[in-house]
């Protein structure tokens, strides 16, 4: 996988409430991508976070180009709730829509508050017994490879600074303290 180059960048909003940038980028094949990055500053915006774990305790994990800021990211799969769907609901589709797994198995783990201009609940949650639906099929302005490693192997990622989220060495550890593997 290689960083899209960014070829063009420009501020559209910024007030207290919103800001929104335009970022187009040129992949390896040539290929334009035009994003329009929005950062919405509600009062309150709930979001969840996947751990997800297969019946054979391996760990699947993303690793992800982020437009923002601009290079590849160690994850789990995460979202903001979508209005009128359920946070167990939001974790299967975002499970399901970013590795190709399902799992029936998830559970809450805990939540914390992000505080920036604006707080923010992430709700931490683990998947498990995920079983593989079919191969992964992205948008085209997605770069995402998923990734499985054992327990061990995911830990050492965290502890050689291969992990740079806080959130997603957060979400590990707390699932380990608490036993689920």
């Not at 600074?161 to 740079?164: A, H, I, N, Q, T």
């Given at each position: 996988m290689k960083i899209p180059e960014k070829i063009f960048e420009k501020i559209i909003v910024s007030n207290p409430y919103l800001k929104v940038s335009q970022?187009?980028?040129i992949d390896e094949k040539w290929n334009k991508s035009s994003f329009l990055i929005t950062w919405h500053n509600k009062?309150?915006?709930?979001?969840t976070m996947i751990l997800p774990i297969t019946s054979d305790w391996q760990i699947l994990y993303l690793k992800e180009y982020r437009y923002w800021p601009e290079?590849?990211?160690i994850n789990f799969p995460v979202w903001m709730l979508d209005d009128g769907i359920s946070e167990i609901e939001n974790c299967k589709?975002?499970?399901l829509e970013e590795t190709w797994y399902i799992s029936d198995e998830i559970e809450l783990l805990t939540e914390s508050i992000i505080e920036n201009y604006f707080e923010w609940t992430l709700r931490y949650f683990v998947a498990k017994n995920c079983k593989k639906l079919k191969s992964q099929e992205l948008e085209a302005w997605e770069n995402i490879e998923i990734f499985s490693s054992s327990?061990?192997?995911f830990q050492k990622l965290i502890l050689d600074?291969?992990?740079?989220s806080s959130k997603t060495a957060f979400c590990f550890f707390l699932a380990k303290a608490k036993w689920y593997f």
């Open positions: 970022k187009d980028y009062k309150e915006s709930i979001w290079k590849f990211v589709k975002e499970l327990l061990e192997d600074w291969k992990v740079l």
